[in-house]
């Protein structure tokens, strides 16, 4: 048996035998990105009530802004949460660095220009007959763009997706502020590039396969609503 078929089978053996170790990291990991996911979903509504429905100085560059950040690095993201939180930052005084709190603030702050910029454009980009039909029908600006949503709902939830997307597969960001400990902090993706430098593969690769399993199950469950719809 080759050194890569015996790594996968030990890996499929630690799945199948409940392994301790690697359910509590999937755990964790599952945790602080709903939580993140969350959070980052009412954040993103805000926005997008804002933008849609306020004028006020700036909208514009507050558009553009969304959109730049769309890219922004995760150890940008980590470094300046770093900043923040540790002992000498404004913000170590709360005690968040290394915890799962810090995490969770970091995987939102990638993920929600992700979702709003996406959503947005969706709505921006939507036929306006399907609004204008609303509004003359006797619906205010309010329920027409509920309306308009409720069109492009699957346009919407692939944007969430794609948010859910960078969480699952974010290294960068929560390895600096959460530091990767063992029961606490550590997740999936920060487990596998650890694992793999210490030449732990089998732990690795099994972490990498339930990755993919919860990312194949995710956009399966989103292309079965829209191919039953």
Do not use: W
């Not at 492009?152 to 960001?173: D, N, P, T, W």
Request: hydrophobic share 55%; with cysteine.
């Amino acid at each position: 048996m080759s050194f890569i078929e015996e790594s996968f089978f030990k890996a499929f053996s630690l799945i199948f035998s409940v392994n301790t170790e690697l359910f509590q990291i999937i755990r964790t990991s599952l945790a602080v990105s709903g939580t993140a996911m969350i959070l980052a979903l009412l954040v993103s509504a805000g926005l997008i009530y804002l933008l849609e429905f306020r004028k006020f100085p700036g909208k514009t560059l507050l558009i553009t802004l969304i959109n730049t950040l769309m890219g922004l690095p995760p150890v940008v993201v980590g470094l300046l949460l770093y900043l923040l939180l540790s002992r000498s930052g404004p913000l170590g005084v709360l005690e968040l660095l290394y915890t799962p709190t810090a995490m969770i603030f970091a995987q939102a702050i990638l993920a929600t220009p992700i979702i709003t910029g996406l959503s947005f454009a969706a709505i921006r980009s939507a036929d306006p007959a399907i609004k204008l039909a609303a509004l003359s029908l006797g619906a205010t600006e309010f329920q027409a763009t509920c309306r308009l949503v409720l069109e492009l709902r699957y346009s919407i939830l692939a944007s969430v997706v794609a948010g859910l997307g960078r969480l699952m597969a974010e290294v960068g960001a929560v390895l600096m502020v959460g530091g990767n400990i063992a029961g606490y902090t550590r997740m999936m993706t920060t487990s596998i590039v650890m694992e793999a430098d210490k030449g732990d593969f089998e732990l690795a690769i099994a972490l990498g396969i339930i990755l993919l399993l919860i990312a194949f199950t995710i956009n399966g469950a989103l292309h079965f609503l829209q191919k039953r719809t």
